[in-house]
């Protein structure tokens, strides 16, 4: 029974570069969230999704940022033209129902050069 | 929106030591999360709750619903608990969208 899978666990992009990051929620969890952490910064809430929708985007930035969780296959938080700024870890976590406990994946550290 | 404060923010204890780390949210919500971030950058969540308390080994979480406040407690503290507990509230008080989370207690447990 794997936990929430998040690839690569490392990411290493030039700036202009594209970034995709991977998250398999746990078997049965269909409510998937993604969170990033800036150096010395606290979690910030990014974009909640459902299978083929997006519920909550609120946290997302409105240009360069998308997200998209199919119906089949991992959730992909998708960064393009990448920015120094975008130097974080990305935090993907699952949840069996809306209000449920979550389960964190183990994270994306994405350094830009 | 729902802003969540924590406090303190650093807290470096002994070997046995009781801790207390609070939570305070201005909105109203359907539950709170604590979770435990360790040095290595891996999330736990600890408890989900939306009333009264609840224990898991050494670990006890309160909230009181009317006065938004929220803590959470260790006992018998090691310096395994060494890590980075974090509250978190949802953005507007309803469970179907994101949190909101606290800054985090650093908690250092001194052998």
């Known amino acids: 029974n794997a936990g929430v899978m998040q690839n690569p666990r490392h990411l290493v992009r030039r700036r202009g570069q594209e970034a995709r990051l991977r998250c398999s929620p746990m078997?049965?969890?269909?409510?998937v969230y993604w969170y990033r952490q800036l150096p010395e910064e606290g979690l910030k809430f990014m974009v909640y999704l459902q299978k083929e929708n997006i519920i909550d985007e609120s946290g997302m930035p409105k240009e360069r940022f998308s997200a998209e969780f199919p119906k089949e296959g991992p959730s992909i938080l998708r960064i393009q033209q990448v920015v120094r700024g975008d130097s974080a870890a990305y935090f993907c976590?699952?949840?069996?129902?809306?209000?449920?406990?979550?389960?964190f994946g183990s994270g994306t550290q994405l350094s830009v050069l | 929106k729902n802003e969540v404060e924590q406090s303190p923010q650093n807290l470096t204890a002994q070997e046995g030591e009781f801790i207390t780390i609070n939570c305070s949210y201005s909105v109203g919500i359907s539950a709170l999360h604590w979770l435990q971030q360790h040095p290595g950058g891996g999330i736990v969540s600890l408890f989900m709750?939306?009333?009264g308390k609840k224990k898991h080994g050494r670990l006890i979480a309160t909230i009181n619903i009317q006065e938004k406040h929220s803590s959470l407690h260790i006992t018998a503290s090691h310096p395994r608990d060494s890590a980075v507990y974090i509250c978190a509230a949802p953005h507007s008080g309803g469970g179907a969208d994101g949190l909101t989370f606290g800054k985090g207690t650093h908690l250092i447990i001194q052998p």
């Open positions: 709750l939306s009333s």
């Open positions: 078997k049965g969890h269909s409510h």
């Open positions: 976590a699952s949840s069996p129902r809306t209000s449920g406990k979550l389960f």
